[in-house]
């Protein structure tokens, strides 16, 4: 009678093995499936590092020389016309708030500016 028992220990014993078997595989391809994703990130990573690190260099300021000096060359920057600059005129949409009335406008290589007052600020 001992027998039969353990034969059937046996037989449960092996169908919780497979069925743990089983599991593991499917789990093993899920790690297998994400070690790859991380790996093509990770090729991606790498390459647009790359990139901005060439751009990165390719805009960076270039040596130049001036008069015999070592200088840095610096790419000229074209501001927005609508935006306030203190050489540059006015601000937009008016004059100065507390600016003396004397003031004459002028132009400038800018545009017209209210910056050049005959007797300074008002106060």
Known sequence: MLQPQLLERITARRAELDEFEEQLAKRLAE?????DELAVGERV??????QLADERASAAPAPGQVGGRAVLLTP???SDVGAFSPLCGRPPGGSWPGRSARCRESTSPCGP???HCVGGWSG
Do not use: K, L, T, Y
Request: net charge neutral; no cysteine; aromatic share 18%.
């Open 113 to 115: 500016s209210w910056n």
């Open 45 to 50: 990573f790498e390459r647009v590092s790359e």
């Open 76 to 78: 000229h920057r074209v």
């Open 31 to 35: 790690v297998r499936a994400e070690w």
